[in-house]
């Protein structure tokens, strides 16, 4: 029922727990995609030996994240997919119960749950669709003096992560999808604009779903345990930079109308929000180039 896509980079132990946590589900995965990209750590070798059913697509270079996924969900066939972090571990039970709560919600195209990090904290994993009030909001810290307000719109400081509702955009870490509902909007076998190689990707993937009247549903009911950045905290200077590159090029692609002309300020506040927390410059992520 359900096929499940991990794109990994160097993080071998934690996914050699996660795939663990997959192959003794109450409901087994009909699938296991991972695709490795170009790790020098050891995981694939670990794949192919500790876990012989997994699909192991071993690539040469970094795809980033975007591409990793597609090429994963191009082999996929089940109705349910489900794209995976390698630091996660999942209870016995998730699977099962997650597929029947997003069919128990038919306007919704995908499903996100709670995250549990290392201390058993619940960790902020939801967020609304970037605004330039939002961003705003966000750079200058007024979303938290203001919650209910529009520049508290993308953070969502407010969101009550022990009640189950709908969400605009949960984190890329754990979104189950309904093939049937991606068809309706794009091609399920590759549903990420690899425009948005390591960020934004799944943002831009739930708004488009949003566009086509799809909502996404939070499961507070239903967790996993997860690291948090065990990929992107590796190369941490590059991974600030095409963050807020990644939001340049999300603003052009959705922004629309008069909005438009705010784009060369939103790239000038990210540029110099970039180069004050990486403190300096980098190019972002370059699969060419094996930097993530």
Not at 15 to 35: D, G
Not at 67 to 79: H, R, T
Request: hydrophobic share 40%.
């Amino acid at each position: 029922m359900v096929s499940v896509v991990i794109v990994n980079w160097n993080t071998k132990d934690k996914l050699r727990a996660c795939l663990t946590s997959l192959q003794v589900q109450t409901q087994p995965p009909a699938q296991i995609f991972v695709v490795d990209n170009a790790s020098s750590d050891g995981s694939a070798d670990m794949v192919k030996t500790d876990f012989p059913s997994v699909t192991l697509l071993a690539e040469s270079t970094n795809h980033g994240y975007a591409k990793g996924n597609n090429l994963g969900l191009n082999l996929a066939i089940s109705e349910f997919i489900l794209t995976l972090n390698p630091d996660t571990e999942l209870p016995t039970d998730n699977l099962e119960k997650a597929t029947r709560s997003l069919s128990s919600h038919p306007e919704c195209g995908a499903l996100s749950i709670k995250f549990i990090g290392p201390e058993g904290e619940t960790q902020a994993s939801v967020r609304g669709f970037p605004t330039i009030l939002g961003i705003i909001g966000q750079l200058t810290q007024l979303d938290r003096k203001f919650p209910e307000s529009p520049l508290a719109n993308y953070s969502l400081p407010n969101f009550n992560y022990e009640k189950s509702q709908l969400a605009p955009q949960p984190m890329g870490t754990y979104l189950l999808f309904r093939r049937s509902i991606l068809s309706k909007f794009t091609d399920p076998a590759q549903p990420f604009d690899e425009e948005f190689p390591i960020f934004f990707n799944e943002v831009d993937l739930l708004h488009r779903m949003h566009q086509a009247g799809y909502a996404c549903w939070y499961d507070a009911d239903l967790s996993i345990f997860h690291h948090h950045g065990a990929s992107t905290k590796q190369r941490r200077k590059s991974m600030i930079w095409e963050s807020h590159i990644s939001l340049i090029r999300y603003f052009k692609k959705h922004l629309r109308g008069i909005s438009r002309i705010a784009l060369p300020l939103i790239a000038v506040a990210s540029i110099a929000a970039a180069f004050v927390r990486a403190k300096g410059y980098h190019a972002g992520f370059r699969p060419q180039h094996h930097n993530l």
